[in-house]
């Protein structure tokens, strides 16, 4: 099973800055098989990114992914007030296994 | 537009089991895998496996195995997930996740959860 570490855990940002969150597979994957996504209290896992870095249906802007192998990072460019968050990476290259996750919460 | 609903929240005994639907719209419902997820509260989702809608098969993670089952009915657009045996770490929240590009994809459009919990 590929192993999906998430950090930090918690991210503390303010309103409009940048925040960065990092997602390391055990193994690695195809840059075609990681996904990221957002969760809000009481709410399903919401698609953001796929394939790495191409932004789903609706997905803004400000939200861009990279990276291969075995490294990936999901940067929200200017925080605004609906994205604190859980946040999610998910790999489909051997099955499907998820991170712990990064809550990125106001500071 | 594409919607899955789920069916309302359960409890259970231990050693009971619990049967969970998914009801589809706004797409072809054949057309794309459905898996089934679960998050446990404070934890990251779990993948529990899949079915495809058209043909009725199903694959399950090694650590459902045996007290998993995945079906559907084409009739209704709805599939169907019933885990037995049921032990008070299954305690979640359990989705219907359709994959993305038909199949072996990311989830793009997910149920909006069935809580399910075991309590003596």
């Known amino acids: 099973e590929i192993v999906m570490t998430q950090s930090p855990p918690t991210l503390s940002v303010s309103p409009g800055e940048r925040a960065t969150l990092s997602c390391r597979a055990s193994?690695?994957?195809?840059?075609?098989?990681l996904a990221w996504y957002q969760q809000k209290p009481g709410q399903a896992p919401r698609l953001l990114i796929f394939?790495?870095?191409t932004r789903a249906t609706g997905v803004p802007a400000r939200f861009s992914g990279s990276g291969s192998g075995t490294e990936f990072t999901l940067t929200i460019s200017s925080l605004q007030s609906e994205d604190f968050a859980v946040y999610y990476c998910?790999?489909?290259?051997?099955?499907?296994?998820f991170g712990q996750g990064t809550k990125v919460e106001i500071k | 537009q594409v919607q899955l609903v789920q069916s309302g929240a359960e409890v259970k005994k231990p050693g009971a089991s619990v049967k969970v639907s998914c009801k589809t719209s706004?797409?072809?419902?054949?057309?794309?895998?459905m898996h089934w997820v679960r998050q446990a509260p404070g934890q990251g989702p779990e993948w529990m496996g899949w079915?495809?809608?058209?043909?009725?098969?199903?694959y399950y993670a090694q650590k459902f195995q045996g007290r998993v089952t995945m079906t559907r009915d084409t009739s209704l657009s709805t599939a169907f997930m019933e885990l037995r045996r049921l032990r008070y770490d299954d305690t979640a929240i359990y989705y219907c996740?359709?994959?993305?590009?038909?199949?072996?994809?990311?989830?793009?459009?997910w149920g909006q959860g069935t809580k399910v919990t075991v309590s003596s």
């Open positions: 996740a359709r994959d993305a590009l038909g199949a072996d994809d990311a989830f793009d459009i």
């Open positions: 706004g797409y072809t419902f054949t057309e794309n895998y």
């Open positions: 079915i495809i809608p058209y043909s009725g098969e199903t």
């Open positions: 193994q690695s994957i195809s840059s075609h098989n």
């Open positions: 394939g790495t870095s």
């Open positions: 998910q790999q489909y290259n051997n099955f499907w296994t």
